[in-house]
């Protein structure tokens, strides 16, 4: 009997411990959860308060400096007044000075008061009445100085001066009321967020009783929740055997180790091998590695792809059979009882592949086809434009003038897309001649100087005084260059100056050219070196290009062995640089 009740005594303090640890939960939750309301509405109140400490400090500032605007405008008036009744010029008040510092201080309390934009209309009547007063007080003295002032004159120039003081007065004083009415609004909020304050610290205590009582439900109810989890597990687990059996990608884990520990049915359709016969095997085991890379190489490198929350890498898969096939492998972290495991599931891409050589096959067939029409017919626009046949109708020039610019726009699409065809499927040969970037720099600025005069912009070119030689091939540097200039010039405003400058940077040598336009969007610019490229914008699609300048150039660059890079701001310009390897001296 004492064994038999040993195990159930055994289970009864399990049960103890767990429902202990709920309500130890539960209460830890609704303790934090009430600190954290309480400190919100705490710092909401206080939050309100300031704003309104804030305001009332705000509008007293600004009826103060009215006030005082108004007092300077009376000091100026009587002392006027008395130069004119006296005539001595020691009544004679320093009235240019003084006009510059009240319209100074009417500006300043008008851009003070910019959170105020009901004041606007006000304070600009007041600077209007200011100007007219002082203008008014500006004529009475010249009046008085001249002694060519008449009583009646005088005394209709006074009264002009005391009703515009008396508008100064009354847009002041609208202003102070308007101060007044908002400080008082303020105040009332202020009481409001109060009161709200104190019924959420009601409700909150009404929350706390709730959860005590609901922590006895829980309790109770316990049992029965724990076997209804039980059977969703199982429903669960069998859901994700269906899953994975029924997948059409392979999807194999891999333990801490980098060794394979399971993999679906997918993975025998896709490369022949049983998960029976890769189970233990390095997952490099799978794929045909780089050259002088091993499974544990290649493990690594995936645990770190894992780490930095995944991604998508493109590899070639081994058949069983010896053959291959292109997979795009996705990989995940998984978490379990033994650790972090790794998720590879592979997809096969085998006809995203032979899509993408039909597409690039039809591409360059059909720009070869189109090249040499289109550049028959651009020369015979050209012709046309240029007169060649006799002078055109004024309508007529105009749309064969349109026409010649759009088809030489075409044909440069059209050769551009060849170019980086021909760069990215290795069809173009490149110089390996000892070039001087600077020598290649002023070409390119020299060459597209009519382009900028165009565009109303300067170009400048600074050169340093070192060994600025590299290894490459002129001409495409050049095309590099003349890509950077052309999309600077284009995107700056009429009247900046594009900055061209070649400089050696430790064992590379940079080439960089900095406009002052409008800057590179955010959301642009982890695309601006893909095909097509441009931002989606109006003002962007009027300045025309072909989208394909900045791969092409970032494709010469890697010929190159260096690098294209570019730093921007918006609102305040760009700066392309080409880094390539310095030839050593000998």
């Avoid at 195990?7 to 411990?17: A, T």
């Avoid at 085991?285 to 002088?292: A, D, I, M, V, W």
């Avoid at 599931?345 to 050589?357: C, M």
């Amino acid at each position: 009997m004492l064994m038999q009740r040993r195990p159930k005594d055994r289970r009864r303090f399990r049960r103890g411990i767990r429902n202990v640890s709920i309500i130890a939960v539960l209460g830890a939750c609704v303790s934090i959860a009430i600190v954290m309301a309480v400190g919100f509405a705490s710092f909401r109140e206080f939050a309100a308060s300031q704003h309104a400490r804030e305001d009332l400090i705000y509008s007293s500032s600004i009826r103060a400096e009215l006030q005082s605007i108004y007092e300077q405008l009376l000091t100026v008036e009587s002392a006027t007044r008395g130069f004119i009744i006296t005539g001595e010029a020691e009544f004679r008040p320093p009235l240019d000075e003084d006009r510059t510092r009240i319209l100074a201080r009417i500006a300043a309390v008008t851009k003070f008061a910019v959170e105020r934009p009901e004041h606007t209309d006000d304070l600009a009547r007041l600077k209007r009445l200011a100007e007219a007063e002082l203008r008014l007080l500006g004529e009475m003295i010249d009046a008085r100085m001249h002694s060519d002032a008449t009583p009646a004159g005088s005394i209709l120039q006074v009264r002009q001066s005391k009703g515009l003081m008396d508008q100064i007065a009354e847009t002041v004083e609208s202003i102070a009321e308007a101060e007044i009415g908002a400080i008082n609004a303020r105040t009332q909020e202020v009481r409001v967020v109060g009161q709200r304050t104190k019924t959420t610290l009601l409700a909150l205590l009404g929350a706390a009783i709730a959860v005590v009582f609901g922590s006895t439900a829980v309790m109770l109810t316990h049992l029965v929740g724990r076997r209804r989890a039980e059977r969703a597990l199982g429903d669960a687990l069998s859901r994700q055997r269906a899953i994975l059996a029924s997948a059409i990608d392979s999807i194999v884990t891999v333990n801490v180790e980098g060794r394979i520990e399971s993999a679906n049915p997918a993975t025998t359709r896709l490369l022949g091998w049983q998960p029976e016969e890769i189970a233990g095997k390095p997952l490099g085991t799978l794929f045909s590695l780089p050259e002088g890379t091993t499974p544990a190489d290649f493990m690594t490198e995936l645990s770190s792809t894992a780490k930095d929350g995944g991604g998508v890498r493109e590899l070639i898969g081994l058949r069983k059979d010896g053959g291959t096939v292109p997979v795009d492998v996705a990989i995940g972290r998984m978490r379990d009882s033994g650790g972090q495991n790794l998720v590879a599931v592979l997809h096969d891409i085998t006809e995203r592949k032979r899509a993408e050589v039909m597409k690039n096959e039809f591409v360059s067939t059909v720009s070869h086809e189109l090249r040499t029409p289109l550049t028959s017919i651009a020369g015979s626009l050209g012709l046309l434009a240029g007169g060649a046949t006799g002078s055109l109708p004024e309508g007529a020039q105009r749309l064969v003038t349109i026409a010649s610019q759009n088809c030489r726009r075409l044909v440069r699409l059209i050769n551009d897309i060849l170019d980086i065809e021909k760069m990215q499927s290795s069809g173009i040969t490149f110089a390996r001649d000892t070039v001087s970037l600077a020598e290649v720099a002023e070409r390119s600025v020299e060459q597209n100087s009519g382009f900028a005069l165009e565009h109303q912009v300067a170009l400048t070119l600074e050169v340093e005084p070192r060994d600025l030689r590299v290894t490459g091939d002129a001409d495409r540097l050049i095309q590099v260059l003349t890509n950077l200039l052309s999309n600077a010039v284009k995107f700056s405003p009429a009247g900046s100056t594009v900055e061209v400058s070649v400089a050696r940077r430790g064992d590379h040598v940079r080439a960089t050219v900095r406009d002052h336009g409008m800057g590179i969007p955010e959301s642009f610019r982890s695309a601006i070196f893909t095909r097509f490229a441009q931002a989606d914008n109006s003002d962007t699609r009027q300045r025309g290009g072909t989208g394909l300048g900045l791969a092409i150039a970032r494709e010469i660059a890697d010929h190159h062995d260096g690098t294209l890079s570019f730093e921007t701001e918006e609102g305040v310009g760009t700066a392309f640089h080409l880094d390539l390897p310095a030839l050593e001296a000998p």
